[in-house]
């Protein structure tokens, strides 16, 4: 599949000069092209198969730290400087002429794809589908629904901007998920497992369509003969199988700068305070290759980068794109990130982690002589300026005596993000990830997180 054509073949210096022709602390155009195709089987059959292409460029104008932003499908000449003279008279003062390297450069990602999608047929990808519905139906005959889905997509954006940007970047995605419900006639109950990010079809090896159904249908059936978790305060084992759900939702919005400077984060005053336990470090990572949070550039062309937001439970800093680093006076962190050409850039996280420890996670759970060993975390939700979360455990066990016990279900988890995190007293030596599309400000974004095998003790979390 070739590449897109994008900013290269228009007089971009122009553009961007009569962007900044009243004045502007930065101008930028963002070209995107993104080519998709999805697959989907639900009830035993394939109900959608949809391919297309959608592509544009925003307009962006930043004066006196605000934004000014526009976007078109047009994407000749004329119209983007029609867009661009319009977007000006936002601005005041004497004209900025556009200074930016004469070509764009070609960042390579963190990923060396394999396999393109595009090498495989959608006859291919119609049976991958079939045989992992036909796997998680055949796991038992309580299985009563099961919804395949499999995307990919080739993502090819291009910055440039004033001063000094221009560059490219081809991002390639793509998710296999499985959805199970269970039924015995006394209930229903899901079970839910995906795989994916920033690779070409090889993720797809060793097995894992097979073993995503056999995951999604096993959960669906233990939860269905699972007992109800009597409420209460208690330990939590965290396995780091369920990916970094905590992480990302408790703490990690908190930790983009524009919550934190419009009092909206609970860590807006904590740079260099203690915010968690010395065991406990914390990374926002563009660089992993694979994951689904990863990339050479951001959508603003800043390089995607290693931050370490939490080091020894000390807070060391917030995620910026370029708005937000200008107003706090710091450097951008490769943060700036955008669902599509149609929005402006916000900060986001990639792939968050907790950083693992040097415990065996086996001897976590084995010093654990009560409590809920969490497998796998459902939806939740969180208030960042109080840092009060929720979170449903989609699959859950008893402790008994530092085993692992029956499978319980409807349990929910409840604490304080902060709290948590002075509470972890051993971190795993193992990583987990997890994939998903956070949203934020209407925006979704495709992002990582991962965390090790976690013991949060006294005075524990309330789980009911």
């Known amino acids: ?158 910055v440039a901007a004033h001063p000094g940007v221009f560059t490219r970047e081809a991002q390639t995605y793509g998710v296999l998920a499985v959805q199970c419900v269970a039924g015995d006639g006394a209930g229903l109950t899901m079970g839910y497992e995906s795989a994916g990010g920033t690779e070409g079809l090889e993720f797809l090896e060793g097995g894992v369509p097979e073993e995503l159904a056999r995951k999604a249908a096993g959960r669906a059936v233990r939860a269905l003969h699972a007992a109800k978790l009597r409420g209460g305060r208690m330990p939590v084992v965290l396995s780091s199988e369920a990916g970094g759900t905590m992480v990302h939702e408790a703490v990690g919005h908190g930790l983009e700068a524009d919550l934190a400077r419009r009092g909206m984060s609970i860590y807006k005053e904590k740079l260099g305070e203690r915010v968690g336990s010395p065991l406990v470090s914390i990374a926002d990572d563009a660089t992993i290759p694979g994951k689904r949070g990863s990339y050479g550039i951001d959508d603003e ?42 929005h402006k850039p916000i900060p986001r996280m990639t792939n968050t982690l907790i950083l693992p420890g040097n415990t065996p996670p086996g001897e976590i759970l084995s010093r654990a002589d009560r409590g809920l060993q969490v497998v796998k975390m459902g939806g939740g939700q969180v208030n960042t300026v109080t840092g009060d979360f929720m979170f449903e455990v989609a699959e859950g066990y008893r402790i008994e005596g530092g085993k692992r016990g029956e499978p319980v279900r409807g349990a929910t988890i409840t604490g304080n993000g902060p709290e948590v995190l002075s509470m972890i007293d051993r971190v795993g030596s193992d990583l987990g990830f997890g994939i998903g599309t956070c949203g934020k400000d209407g925006q979704g974004v495709p992002v990582g997180d991962a965390q090790p095998t976690l013991s949060i003790g006294p005075p524990f979390i309330t789980v009911g």
Do not use: W
């Open 1 to 158: 599949m070739a590449e897109a054509a994008g900013l290269s073949e228009l007089p971009v210096s122009r553009i961007l000069s009569a962007l900044l022709a009243r004045g502007g602390e930065h101008g930028e155009l963002f070209f995107e092209e993104v080519r998709s195709l999805t697959v989907l089987m639900e009830d035993g059959r394939i109900e959608r198969v949809v391919s297309g292409t959608d592509a544009g460029i925003g307009v962006r104008l930043l004066f006196r730290r605000k934004t000014y932003y526009a976007y078109t499908n047009d994407r000749t000449a004329d119209a983007l400087l029609a867009l661009s003279n319009d977007l000006s008279r936002y601005a005041e003062g004497d004209g900025v002429p556009a200074a930016l390297p004469a070509a764009a450069r070609k960042v390579p990602g963190p990923t060396v794809v394999r396999i393109p999608p595009s090498e495989r047929g959608i006859g291919e990808k119609v049976a991958l589908v079939r045989g992992v519905d036909r796997i998680a139906r055949g796991y038992s005959p309580e299985i009563r629904q099961v919804r395949v889905t499999s995307s990919e997509s080739l993502r090819t954006i291009e």
């Open 301 to 342: 062309g800043t390089p995607g980068q290693r931050t370490v937001l939490v080091d020894g439970g000390i807070l060391k800093g917030f995620l910026h794109d370029r708005l937000s680093a200008m107003k706090d006076g710091v450097a951008p962190t490769g943060n700036g990130r955008r669902e599509s050409y149609r």
